[in-house]
């Protein structure tokens, strides 16, 4: 492949491993679409086949013609951690493959700590990669604002 290149973020949050994990990581696509995405009409995320688990292939579809697949290549349930790979793509470019990679470490004191590690399998610029690591930092921020909503009016 061409120029592979790569980048993590990382965020503590108060919020058990347990639940970013199955919650966030595990369910990203459709916390994105219902909590993320309302303000963007179009977008659609459709399950082409699998059960969610490793093989599960899922696309995501924005203004009823850009595509993009993805196939999740890892799952572990014990461990949180999971990993998923960009397998094709239609749009304004095209797409190579890119692979991300979740993980959550959960700390002594309840908290735990999200990590997420993107390659792209493309050239990129630095840009880029500063905007897919702000986009993934606003989607996990919304995501804790979610939950800690939810937890208080309980």
């Known amino acids: ?30 916390f994105v679409i219902d909590n993320i995405i309302p303000t963007h009409f179009g977008m659609a995320i459709t399950n082409l086949e699998g059960d969610g688990g490793v093989g599960t292939i899922k696309i995501m579809t924005k203004d009823g013609s ?6 999740n290549t890892g799952l572990d349930l014990e461990n949180f951690s999971h990993s998923m790979v960009m397998i094709e793509g239609t749009g304004d470019e095209e ?27 493309k050239g990129t610029d630095e840009g880029e990669i500063e905007f897919q690591k702000e986009q993934i930092g606003q989607w996990f921020k919304a995501f804790e604002c979610t939950v800690t909503q939810g937890s208080s009016d309980e």
């Open 1 to 30: 492949m061409a120029n592979a290149t790569s980048f993590e973020v990382e965020f503590t949050s108060s919020i058990p491993a347990s639940k970013v994990f199955h919650d966030f990581v595990i369910k990203l696509f459709e």
């Open 66 to 71: 850009q595509q993009t697949k993805y196939k």
């Open 95 to 121: 797409y190579e493959s890119t692979s991300t990679e979740m993980k959550v470490i959960p700390s002594a004191n309840g908290s735990s700590t999200f990590i997420s590690k993107v390659t792209v399998f």
